[in-house]
């Protein structure tokens, strides 16, 4: 079978292309056209708003429980490798400090190596922690600052190797900022709940766990 195509002489589709057309756009259907374009134009800014700030806030919320899950994983370390867990107040815990070897007890320079004796050890006679005057047990703290009202910080402090006194500590640091709630319950000698809440006024998390502290009789 033949199919023939019958194409539209060029002279007719010029015509209808042309542009001196008595058919334009007047000046009404231009402003009605610019109208609906901005129209179209507001809507989508909207649109891209609403998505920007929950994007925002997701992030936000995001970077929020990153701090609270740093803190709680921090904390969680220093239990898991403590052979003492002693909560004196509810708001506070305390441990012994890890058993590690990263300074030298005489000179308390910072070793990467160490020095053989473990840095709890302080009068280096190879015995941790005796309670004596020269070998007190050294601890790890971490609690609330409250000084500022809006803002209270989880704090983490620890016993200073790197100098001569014996119940010094290093500076101490912040682990997470807009803390609502810190609490810590003693469930066994070698187990802790911990309650942490953050709150920075547009997000809430909260983060609860247990702890056990593989070293504690
Ligand atoms: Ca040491
Ligand atoms: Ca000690
Ligand atoms: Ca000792
Ligand atoms: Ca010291």
Same mark, same amino acid.
């Given at each position: ?6 194409? #539209? ?25 610019? #109208? ?10 909207q649109v891209m708003g609403t998505a920007l700030s929950a994007h ?9 429980? #990153? ?101 010094? #500590? ?48």
């Amino acid at each position: 079978m033949r199919i023939t195509v019958k194409l #539209a002489p060029f002279d007719s589709l010029r015509k209808s292309f042309s542009m001196n057309d008595s058919s334009g756009f007047t000046l009404l259907e231009l402003l009605i056209s610019i #109208a609906i374009l901005s129209l179209i134009m507001l809507g989508l800014q909207q649109v891209m708003g609403t998505a920007l700030s929950a994007h925002r806030r997701t992030t936000e919320k995001t970077e929020l429980l #990153a701090q609270a899950r740093y803190a709680m994983e921090r904390m969680v370390m220093f239990v898991q490798e403590t052979d003492q867990i002693a909560i004196p107040a509810v708001d506070r815990l305390v441990v012994n400090e890890r058993l590690l070897d990263t300074y030298d007890n005489d000179l308390h320079i910072y070793l990467f190596e160490g020095d053989g004796y473990l840095d709890a050890d302080n009068d280096h006679n190879g015995l941790v922690n005796e309670g004596t005057l020269e070998d007190p047990p050294d601890r790890i703290t971490f609690d609330l600052d409250r000084t500022d009202g809006n803002n209270w910080k989880l704090m983490e402090e620890m016993p200073d190797y790197g100098s001569p006194d014996l119940e010094d #500590a290093k500076e101490k640091k912040v682990l997470c900022d807009h803390v609502t709630t810190f609490q810590c319950t003693l469930l066994a000698p070698n187990l802790v709940e911990i309650l942490l809440t953050l709150d920075d006024g547009e997000h809430e998390v909260s983060l609860k766990t247990r702890a056990r502290g593989f070293y504690v009789n």
